[in-house]
């Protein structure tokens, strides 16, 4: 069992940076791939960013170039850098955990999941 804890979120101007950690619990995070999806409002979950357990991550187009996620499994969290923002990066933050070997692009696949964390980017 894995519990999310992200933060970092706000308000923040078109331009500008902001960085999300996620906290997890438990001895066995170096195990998890971790992810970050996130929600628009009227909109589904999207996938934004993951990295697997040995530091291999891949991105959404969207935030491709812009966002870094990165991991330290010394302190059990994972971190989003998100530079460069734009008014249609806002939505809820959510950070996700799989257990299983490889990386994913599917929300289906992540069994932890966090509370979320709200983005709001002004024009």
């Known amino acids: 069992q894995v519990q999310l804890v992200e933060s970092g979120g706000g308000l923040v101007q078109a331009g500008g940076s902001l960085r999300l950690s996620c906290a997890a619990s438990?001895?066995?995070?170096?195990?998890?791939?971790m992810a970050w999806f996130r929600q628009a409002p009227g909109k589904e979950r999207d996938f934004v960013a993951a990295?697997?357990?040995?530091?291999?991550?891949t991105y959404a187009n969207s935030v491709k170039g812009r966002f870094t996620i990165s991991r330290d499994n010394a302190e059990n969290t994972v971190y989003l850098q998100m530079n460069s923002l734009k008014p249609e990066d806002t939505a809820v933050y959510y950070c996700?955990?799989?257990?299983?070997?490889?990386?994913?692009?599917?929300?289906?696949?992540?069994?932890?999941w966090g509370q979320g964390t709200q983005v709001t980017v002004s024009s």
């Open positions: 438990g001895r066995t995070f170096s195990s998890y791939a």
């Open positions: 990295i697997s357990r040995i530091g291999s991550s």
């Open positions: 996700a955990a799989d257990p299983r070997p490889g990386l994913s692009l599917w929300e289906h696949m992540y069994d932890y």
